[in-house]
C-alpha cells in the first residue's frame, strides 16, 4: 500500500459535527479560509506526491481539479492570499504552514494546464446578470453556471479581473490573471459583456430585468480613490500637477500605459500606510522614483494604531529604499508655479478611538516634505450615485443587504456583494459571490433563502510533536534585480513543496479529509477497536496518544475520540492488554501476513516494517527473493511482538524503516519505533538474536537510501547464517 | 504503583531449563510498566528463542491474572489456567505474585520474572517512574506541602535541606531535585512557610512493626 499503487481517488469527505458543541469540526485554516478550501487535505496529497516527476505533474493537475471545484480563482489565491497562514496552529510554534507558496506551487502547474480543460456543458436555465467581472462577480458566475443558470458579466472594462488589475504584476503575473479569468468563462459558458457603463443613461437595474435576467447580483467594488481630507474636511491643492491617485497608476502600470522611467530623477511622496499604498509605492519605486511614505499609523503593528499593511510588504519596500515616515498626516498640499512642491504633516498622536477611525494631531509639531510628485493612496470607494439611482441606499447612505443572503432589502432580486459592500480581501469578495450564488438559486427556485446556512465551527488544537520544524525563508530576488515588473518571489520546487506540505501536522478530524484514502494508504478511516473485556485501565494509550484522542476516567474503560485520532497505531502497538487494535492492521491480520510472507521468502530471509509517510515505492525487484515490506500507518505501529513472532516463524532477519525523528508525521512515532526496537534488541542480544534486528531511519522519498539500508541488512544476516553453520 | 524491572533473561532461561511446560502469568494489577498479556508473551517468545540456540524445547504458554496479591482472584483463575500443564510458572507481577502463587500450590516450583524496586510515580512526559513512598507508616505530606522526604530525600532528612543542597539539586546527582528545595518552595507558594519553624522530633519507624500485618 505505497502511495504509487494508488488507483482511486476522491473520496466523499464528510463533515465532522462535534458532538459536544454542535459545531462544524475543521482545522483552524479552513475556518480561516473564506472559501472553505479543504486546506490539510490538499496539504498531506502535495506531501505523498509521487517520486516519478511526471506521475507527480498528473496528480499535482488533479489536486487543482478538486480545489478547482470550490475555487475556481485558486491559482489567483496562489499569489495574493494567506488568510489561512494567519490562524494556523503551527504559527505559535516555528510559523505558519506556507499554504499560499503550496497553492501557487499549483497554479504554476495548473494555468497552463487549464488552456486544455474541455468547457462544460452549456447551461440552459433562466438568466443571471452579474454586474463587475471582479473576484466577487466572477466567483459568483462560475458557482451560478454550476448550478446550471445562463450568466452573464456586464464589465465596464475590457478586460475581467475587477481589483485584481490593481495588483502589481512584480506580486501577480498578467499572464496568470488572463490565463485563470479567460479559461474561467471559457470553461463555463459565461457570457461577458465588455465596456458596459450602468447608471448616469447607461443601463439600469429594472432595464436588465425587463431583458429577462430573473436575478441580479452586483459587484461593482470600489474603484474611486478617495481623496485627502483633514479634520472631515478635503485638503485642498489635490488639482496641482503632479497630484496623482495612487489607485490610477496601479492600473495603468500594469497596462503597460506609463513609461518605465515615468519617475526617473523625481522625489515621489506616497500617502497611505495600507498595502495598496505599499503596492503604490514599491511601482513608483520601479519606476525609477525616490520613494518615501508617509503614514498616520506608528511602526509598531502590535498596537491599535499600527501600521496596516502586511510585514513583508513593509520588509520588501524597505530593501528596496523606500523610506517610511510614520505618525504623520497631511493638512495642506502647497505647490509652486501650479505644480506640486510639498505637503505639510503635523505629526498623529493617535487613529483609532472607541468610536473607531477619528486620527489626532498635534499641530504644533509640524515639518514639510518636498517631492515632485504626490501618490495619494489612503483607501478607495463605490460608485455612489448608481447606487442612489437605482434606490440600493439606506437612510444612512449605506448599501441596505441582509447580511446573511446579501439580497438587497429594497429591491427584490437585486444582491450586492464584494468591495463594494465591504472592501475587504479577494477571498472574502469572492465568499460574497459563492454566497450570492447560492440566494440567487433559491431565490429563482421560490426557495427558503436563509434556512441552514449559518455555521458556526470549532477549531482543531494542534497534534502534540517533538520537533516543530522551521518555516522557509520566501526566496526574494535580491533588490538589484527586482526593481522591475516581473514575479520577484520564487515559486517552491517539488522538492521544497513536497517538504513544507510535510510539515502540516494535519489538525483535525480525518473524516474531513481522506487523502490517505484516496492515495490508496488505507482503505477506510482510522478506527481503534476496544476489547473493553480486556482493558485493563493502565492508562498507556492515553499518554503516547499524540492527538489526546484516548481518554480514561474512572470508573470506566477508556474511550478513543475517534475524531482526534490520526490511526498512527501507537496505542494499539503500545497496549500491555492488547486492547486496542487499529482496523485494517489488527494484531491477527498483520500475524498471519507474517506467516505467509516468512514462506514466500528464500533464505536470508527478511521483513521489514515500514512508515508509510517514507513516501516510499514498493521494493526493487532484486530485493524481492530475500525480503518483504510490511507497510504501516507509522513506524511506532510495530509491536515487539511481531518482531518476535516473525523470527519465530523462520524469518531471519527483521529491519524497522521510520522517518528520522524531525521529519515524523505523527510527532513522536519515530522516537517511540527506535526506542521499542533499541528495548527488543537488548533483549534478543542476551537470547543470542541481537544482530537480526535493526532499526533504521530513512529519509522520506529517497528509496536509494532505503535501499542501501536493506542492502547492508541483508548482507550482514547473510553473513551471520554463514557463521552459525 | 509497584514498581519492576525486568530480571535478566540468561537468569531466567536458567530458572526454567530443569522444565519443558512452563507457564508465564502476567499480572494486570498496579506494577508499573504493565506486566500485562502482552508482556507475558513477549517474554514467552524470547525464552522460546532463546531455548531454540541452547538446544531447549519450552513448550511456554502465556496468560495475566487480575492482580496476584490476591489469593482467592489469583486461585480461581489459576486453578483453570494451569489444568496440570505447567511444571513450573514464571510470574511477571511484583514479589508479591510468586508468594501467592507459591501459597496456593506448595509442589509447583514458581519464579519471578521481575526485581521489585520502589512505590514510585510516573512522569509521563518525561517517562520516567521515580520513588516518591517508603511505606514509612507514618505520613507527614500534610507538613511538607505533599512533598515526601523520606523517600525523596536521600538522607531522608525531617527537618532539611542539608548543606549538600545547591541550586535546587541534591549532592548526590545533578539530575536529582532536593526534595527539601522542593517543599521550601512548595510551601511558600502555599504561604506556610511557618510549618519549616517547627523542629521535627526523630522519626519513630517503630510505628509499623515488621513483618507489618493489619487486621479486619
Known amino acids: 500500500m505505497a502511495p504509487e499503487e494508488s488507483s482511486t481517488w476522491v473520496e466523499e469527505i464528510e463533515q465532522v459535527i462535534d458532538e459536544a458543541s454542535g459545531k462544524v469540526y475543521l482545522p483552524p485554516c479552513q475556518v480561516a479560509c473564506p472559501i472553505g478550501e479543504n486546506i490539510k487535505r490538499t496539504n498531506a496529497l502535495l506531501a505523498l506526491l509521487p517520486l516519478d516527476p511526471e506521475k507527480a505533474r498528473q496528480q499535482i493537475i488533479k489536486i487543482g481539479d478538486e480545489i478547482y471545484e470550490k475555487n475556481p480563482l485558486f491559482t489567483i489565491c496562489g499569489y495574493i492570499c494567506g488568510l489561512c497562514e494567519r490562524d494556523c496552529n503551527f504559527k505559535d510554534f516555528t510559523g505558519a504552514i506556507r499554504r499560499r507558496m503550496l497553492k501557487r506551487f499549483i497554479s504554476d502547474y495548473y494555468v497552463p494546464h487549464l488552456d486544455t480543460e ?514 504501516l500507518p507509522c513506524a511506532a505501529k510495530v509491536e515487539t511482538y511481531h518482531i518476535l513472532e516473525a523470527l519465530q516463524q523462520g524469518v531471519d532477519g527483521v529491519l524497522v524503516a521510520a522517518c528520522p525523528e524531525e521529519d515524523c508525521k505523527r510527532g513522536r512515532g519515530s522516537r517511540q519505533a527506535k526506542h521499542s526496537v533499541t528495548a527488543l534488541q537488548e533483549k534478543l542480544k542476551q537470547m543470542g538474536y541481537g544482530d537480526r534486528i535493526h532499526f533504521c531511519t530513512v529519509k522520506p522519498r529517497h528509496p536509494e537510501i532505503f535501499n542501501q539500508e536493506l542492502a547492508q541488512f541483508i548482507e550482514r544476516i547473510s553473513t551471520i547464517l554463514v557463521k552459525g553453520k | 504503583m509497584i514498581v519492576t524491572i525486568q530480571k535478566p533473561l540468561d537468569e531466567l532461561l536458567n530458572f526454567i531449563s530443569p522444565y519443558k511446560k512452563v507457564m508465564v502469568v502476567g499480572c494486570d494489577g498496579c506494577t508499573q510498566p504493565p506486566r500485562g498479556i502482552r508482556e507475558a508473551k513477549v517474554l514467552a517468545q524470547l525464552l522460546e528463542l532463546g531455548g531454540k540456540l541452547r538446544n531447549k524445547e519450552f513448550e511456554l504458554k502465556a496468560h495475566t491474572l487480575v492482580k496476584q496479591c490476591d489469593s482467592h482472584l489469583t486461585a480461581a483463575a489459576l486453578k483453570e489456567m494451569l489444568n496440570g500443564n505447567a511444571e513450573a510458572v514464571l510470574s511477571l507481577a511484583c514479589g508479591l505474585g510468586p508468594q501467592t502463587i507459591a501459597r496456593l500450590y506448595p509442589a509447583l516450583p514458581v519464579f519471578p520474572a521481575q526485581n521489585t524496586v520502589f512505590l514510585g510515580a510516573e512522569e509521563r512526559e518525561e517517562g520516567n517512574i521515580e520513588e516518591r513512598c517508603a511505606a514509612c507508616g507514618d505520613c507527614i505530606l500534610g507538613l511538607t506541602g505533599g512533598i515526601c522526604p523520606i523517600s525523596r530525600c536521600a538522607k531522608s532528612l525531617l527537618n532539611g535541606p542539608c548543606g549538600g543542597s545547591q541550586n535546587g539539586k541534591c549532592e548526590i546527582g545533578q539530575d536529582r531535585d532536593c526534595a527539601w528545595a522542593l517543599i521550601i518552595e512548595r510551601l511558600g507558594r502555599l504561604g506556610k512557610l511557618q510549618n519549616l519553624e517547627v523542629i521535627q522530633p526523630p522519626k519513630n519507624y517503630g510505628v509499623v512493626k515488621r513483618p507489618a500485618k493489619i487486621s479486619p
Request: hydrophobic content about 35%; aromatic content about 8%; some cysteine.
Open chain 1, 118 to 631: 474541455p468547457t462544460l456543458p452549456a447551461p440552459k436555465g433562466e438568466k443571471v446578470a452579474v454586474v463587475g467581472g471582479g473576484p466577487g462577480g466572477l466567483m459568483c458566475a462560475y458557482m451560478l453556471s454550476q448550478k446550471g443558470y445562463r450568466v452573464t458579466i456586464l464589465e465596464r472594462n475590457p478586460e475581467l479581473g475587477g481589483a485584481l488589475r490593481y495588483i502589481p504584476s512584480y506580486r501577480l503575473p498578467t499572464k496568470v490573471i488572463d490565463g485563470t479569468l479567460n479559461n474561467l468563462v471559457r470553461i463555463a459558458h459565461i457570457k461577458v459583456e465588455f465596456g458596459v457603463k450602468m447608471g448616469d443613461g447607461g443601463k439600469t437595474l429594472d432595464g436588465l430585468m425587463k431583458e429577462g435576467y430573473k436575478a441580479i447580483f452586483v459587484a461593482t467594488g470600489t474603484p474611486n480613490p478617495r481623496p485627502l481630507t483633514f479634520e472631515m474636511k478635503p485638503v485642498a491643492g489635490g488639482d496641482l500637477e503632479g497630484v496623482i491617485f495612487g489607485l490610477n497608476l496601479l492600473y495603468d502600470a500594469n497596462q503597460r500605459n506609463v513609461s518605465p522611467h515615468l519617475f526617473d530623477g523625481k522625489r515621489v511622496i506616497v500617502v497611505g500606510g495600507g498595502n495598496v499604498a505599499f503596492d503604490v509605492a514599491r511601482t513608483a519605486r520601479r519606476l525609477g522614483g525616490d520613494v518615501s511614505l508617509v503614514c498616520l499609523e506608528c511602526e509598531d503593528k502590535s498596537c491599535r494604531d499600527g501600521i496596516p499593511a502586511d510585514v513583508e510588504e513593509i520588509e520588501g519596500a524597505t530593501d528596496e529604499g523606500i523610506k517610511i515616515i510614520y505618525s504623520r498626516g497631511v493638512n495642506e498640499i502647497i505647490g509652486k508655479d501650479g505644480k506640486f512642491a510639498k505637503i505639510r504633516c503635523p505629526r498623529c498622536t493617535c487613529v483609532f478611538d472607541e468610536k473607531g477611525f477619528n486620527p489626532k494631531f498635534d499641530k504644533s509639531d509640524d515639518t514639510y516634505l518636498e517631492g515632485d510628485v504626490l501618490l495619494v493612496t489612503i483607501g478607495q470607494g463605490m460608485e455612489r450615485a448608481f447606487f442612489q439611482q437605482e434606490g440600493l441606499l439606506n437612510e444612512q447612505g449605506r448599501i441596505d443587504v441582509d447580511p446573511t443572503t446579501l439580497m438587497s432589502n429594497l429591491k427584490k432580486g437585486v444582491f450586492i456583494g464584494g468591495d463594494v459592500r465591504r472592501i475587504g480581501f479577494a477571498a472574502e469578495a469572492m465568499r460574497e459571490g459563492s454566497e450570492a450564488a447560492e440566494s440567487i438559486d433559491r431565490y429563482i427556485r421560490g426557495g427558503n433563502l436563509k434556512s441552514g446556512r449559518v455555521k458556526e465551527y470549532k477549531k482543531a488544537t494542534t497534534p502534540k510533536s517533538d520537533h516543530y520544524k522551521p518555516q522557509p525563508e520566501l526566496a526574494w530576488l535580491p533588490v538589484e534585480e527586482r526593481l522591475n515588473f516581473e514575479l520577484f518571489e520564487k515559486g517552491f520546487t517539488l522538492e521544497e513543496a513536497v517538504a513544507e506540505a510535510r510539515r502540516c501536522l494535519c489538525c483535525g478530524p480525518c473524516r474531513s479529509c481522506k487523502a490517505c484514502i484516496s492515495l490508496g494508504l488505507r482503505p477506510s478511516v482510522a478506527k481503534i477497536n476496544v476489547d473493553e473485556n480486556l482493558c485493563i485501565r493502565c492508562g498507556n494509550c492515553v499518554y503516547l496518544c499524540p492527538y489526546e484522542a484516548p481518554t480514561l476516567v474512572s470508573p470506566g474503560l477508556v474511550k478513543i475520540d475517534l475524531d482526534k485520532c490520526h490511526g498512527c497505531g501507537i496505542c494499539a502497538a503500545m497496549c500491555p492488554a492488547f486492547a486496542l487494535d487499529i482496523e485494517n492492521w489488527e494484531r491477527e491480520r498483520i500475524s498471519a501476513l507474517i506467516s505467509q510472507l516468512a514462506a514466500e521468502m528464500a533464505s536470508p530471509k527478511v521483513l521489514v516494517f515500514r512508515c508509510q509517510w517514507t513516501a516510499l515505492p514498493p521494493l526493487d525487484g532484486d530485493f524481492t527473493k530475500n525480503a518483504r515490506v510490511i507497510d
